[in-house]
């Protein structure tokens, strides 16, 4: 039987690196195609391009990762255009079809075609993380920096930061790693609290110019 399997979530929850993952551990190569790869301007070169994608991964016998999949799949009842709904057909045909694994992701679950939902046989949600996971992904990210724990002040002020996904967590390393002071929780924290208000309220306002 097929094995399909649409993993959704908010963006930075470890959607794409559990493909990678999972690509190695069972020691198979995953065909990465996005919708900017699928898409075509010309009638039928979408659809032509979708059955590529999957023969490819079934001459190959590779994982199929449709990334961002909610731009191949929007629900045909809102479509505008014929071509529009005679792609979301032949992704459908081949997924009905295909001997392999495919794997969809996407941010926007509730986008995605009820059929399309119907041909996937797991549906695995990807969530922020909890307290536990926050402060796992804090020591493992950070270690080599020397960050070897957290005080109990430390730790309720990283519990108090929300919405947190290990995506968070890379893009704060990234950034302390251009700083020539030394890094500690402190800053760790402060760079998780930017990142949590900007997915709520936006990018933090600051001052740019000259006084």
Known sequence: PRMNLLLSGPPGTGKTEFVKYLGSTLNTRVVTRMGSDLLDMYVGGTEKNIRQAFEEASREKAILFLDEIDGMIHSREQAQRSWEVTKVNELLHQMENFDGILIGATNFVTNLDPATLRR??????FDCLTNEGKEHFLLRMFSALGISGLSPTEQRRLQAISSVTPGDFRTVRKSLYYLSTP??????????ERESLAKRNGLPQGNIGFR
């Open 120 to 125: 996937f046989t797991f549906k695995l949600e």
């Open 183 to 192: 890094v500690t929780p402190d800053l760790i924290l402060e760079g998780l």
